[in-house]
């Protein structure tokens, strides 16, 4: 005999012998519950249920029938029968016969199926239940008792174009969608990875992102960095690996993809790793793994980019990790907001959807995101957009407990909370000021209240765009250079508010002549001063090293200032400062033959000193090409 037979039969013995007690049953009923007794045996379980029915008809007060129904049907994996008839049994038992057992027994069928209102009723009657489910029923109650309403719209169908389509992941403009593809849920269907872009609102009809990328064997769960020329897949065979599914990396050059290469042996091991999400820039990595010495089955990880390659994979621990399935982490463009799936954290059923903040070094405590997002079903893989508004995940249909279809779907999030610090994006093309042909470029963003947070990308070399992603709150200051040129910089501000506007800005690069100059638009000093603020020093890096990088050119650093105060004073003060950058750029090993400082005063207005803005251009340091 079989050890669930085994078990079965163990169940039903138990449950009669608590069914019988204090009851005056029918004998027929008695009979036919025999009947079905011997049907289980030889495994004729229809037979079993007739027989267990027709025992209901004869004495509806007898117990056995109903639990041993429920039994079939849980083996059956038909929950919802399962739970209906063992709430039944119960109700035809007096509550003294009634144990804890079967009350938590109850509570655990019910929440599985969404009964809520009926596992919570259960679950009051047990002095000390099981602390998840409680908590999970607690908070699957609560939340379906709140009523919100979310309208989850299906994209249309050039992407929801297959059987099963799910790990949706964007570009931060939202106008190109990657997501994994099947045309059935036939173990033997191809996953493939799909790529659609939307051109004046409307999506075109997905198609294969490359033949670099996409095999005869799996390929799946993507992700993309803002600008969207680095992508992440999984792979679990066909390519070189270092076991089971492994993690590769591809650069989008123009409108092709590089071949991809593993991302290597650091990040990578003999066992499972999936499901990778990218920061922003591309230089921090989540992802899920089974590698031993996590805190549960499935646990997620991070690994940052360094001058030597990725770092050793972190867990992100007890926080957010339990002894069960973590699963599809998506980092927020914001940094500081991570999202995932849990079947370990207190939820609705199944694997449910979480966020948690990044506070200094460590992740809060991870919040539910609550019905209507999550159901009874797995909700899985959440990708939110850099405002915070909308989110998008795919909602699968389900039939006893097996996945038909599934569709992706777009959300408005309710209220204001998910995503505390929104973002936004700055989007534009790099160009030689002269031939405005497209540039390649590196451009460095960095945060000016907190010099940690620094973002690097590439400008294409094909069409010269470039994406930056900016969180409210914080002011940026933007370096941008290629071999030849003379650097461009910026300052950004991102305004604290909810509805941040995506901005475009085209940067000129002028080729590196005599007599050409540059504003550092990121250097600060105290008024009447000339020491430097700190905010000052990474703009100071860049240039020191933009110098180092130009060993054939020599260098002005000029000084300037507006007409408040006598011209001897603007004199002095202006040539102080511009000494302070010469003495900086010293000190980082900067020839002295390279460089030199002279302070104009306030003899060279740029804009009008009747007004605070022209005030405020007039008063700057600028480089010029000697």
């Given at each position: ?5 085994k078990t ?31 049907a ?131 570009t ?13 849920g ?22 294969s ?31 070189p690996?270092?076991?089971s ?37 591309g ?81 809060l405590?991870?919040?539910?995101l ?75 963003m ?22 930056l992603v ?8 933007v ?33 590196i ?13 105290r ?56 003495n ?20 060279r ?22």
């Amino acid at each position: 005999m079989s050890q669930s037979l085994k078990t079965l039969f163990f169940l039903f013995s138990v449950l009669f012998a608590t069914s019988v007690f204090g009851q005056e049953v029918s004998k027929k009923a008695i009979k036919f519950t025999e009947k079905a007794e011997e049907a289980i045996k030889q495994r004729q379980f229809d037979a079993a249920k007739e027989y267990l029915n027709k025992a209901i008809s004869a004495d509806a007060n007898y117990t056995a029938p109903y639990f041993r129904l429920s039994t079939i049907y849980n083996l059956y994996l038909q929950f919802d029968s399962a739970a209906l008839y063992y709430n039944r049994a119960l109700s035809v038992m007096k509550e003294g016969e009634i144990t804890q057992k079967m009350w938590e027994r109850a509570a655990g069928l019910n929440y599985g199926v969404g009964n809520y209102e009926e596992a919570f009723r259960a679950i009051s009657h047990v002095s000390n239940p099981d602390e998840r489910l409680s908590a999970s029923i607690q908070l699957s109650k609560e939340s379906v008792e709140r009523g919100i309403q979310i309208n989850q719209e299906e994209l249309p169908e050039a992407i929801n174009a297959y059987e099963l389509q799910y790990f949706p992941t964007l570009t931060v403009d939202e106008n190109t969608i990657i997501y994994t593809k099947r045309n059935s849920g036939a173990p033997s269907s191809d996953e493939d990875l799909m790529i659609s872009t939307r051109i004046n609102g409307q999506w075109i009809p997905a198609q294969s992102i490359s033949k670099e990328i996409n095999t005869p064997f799996n390929e799946g769960a993507s992700t993309i960095s803002a600008d969207g020329r680095t992508l992440i897949f999984t792979a679990c065979e066909g390519r070189p690996s270092f076991g089971s599914c492994d993690l590769y990396i591809t650069q989008r050059e123009g409108n092709k993809w590089t071949k991809p290469e593993n991302i290597g042996a650091t990040v990578n091991s003999r066992y499972w790793e999936s499901q990778p999400s990218l920061g922003a820039d591309g230089r921090v990595l989540y992802f899920a793994s089974n590698r031993p010495g996590g805190v549960g089955k499935r646990d997620l990880y991070v690994t940052k980019i360094t001058a030597k390659g990725w770092s050793t994979p972190q867990n992100l621990g007890r926080e957010i990790n339990t002894q069960y399935d973590e699963t599809t982490p998506f980092a927020h463009v914001n940094g500081k907001t991570l999202f995932f799936s849990s079947e370990g954290h207190p939820g609705l059923g199944g694997f449910d959807l979480f966020v948690t903040e990044k506070n200094d070094t460590s992740w809060l405590k991870p919040r539910n995101l609550g019905y209507p997002i999550n159901t009874l079903h797995d909700e899985i893989s959440l990708f939110i957009n850099a405002s915070g508004t909308h989110g998008y995940y795919a909602k699968e249909r389900n039939l006893q407990g097996k996945v038909l279809s599934s569709k992706i779907v777009k959300f408005p999030l309710p209220g204001d909370t998910l995503v505390k610090s929104k973002s936004s994006y700055v989007v534009g093309r790099v160009m030689d000021e002269v031939s405005k042909e497209p540039l390649g470029a590196s451009l460095r963003m960095t945060n000016l209240n907190d010099s940690t947070d620094t973002y690097f990308i590439r400008s294409d070399s094909t069409s010269g765009r470039y994406f930056l992603v900016l969180t409210e709150g914080n002011q940026y200051g933007v370096f941008v250079k290629r071999m030849n040129y003379l650097f461009e910089d910026m300052s950004i501000t991102a305004s604290e508010s909810s509805a941040l506007e995506p901005d475009t800005i085209d940067i000129y690069l002028k080729p590196i002549r005599g007599g050409e100059s540059i504003t550092l638009e990121n250097i600060y000093f105290r008024t009447d001063e000339y020491r430097l603020d700190e905010k000052s020093k990474s703009e100071l890096a860049e240039l020191a090293e933009f110098i180092k990088e130009n060993p054939t050119r020599s260098f002005l650093i000029e000084g300037h200032t507006d007409n408040v105060g006598t011209e001897s004073y603007n004199q002095e003060l202006s040539t102080k400062r511009a000494e302070t950058v010469y003495n900086y750029l010293v000190d980082h090993q900067v020839p002295l033959n390279r460089i030199q400082f002279k302070g104009y005063g306030s003899s060279r207005p740029i804009g009008s000193n009747e007004s605070e803005a022209g005030k405020k251009k007039n008063r700057r340091i600028t480089v010029s090409v000697m």
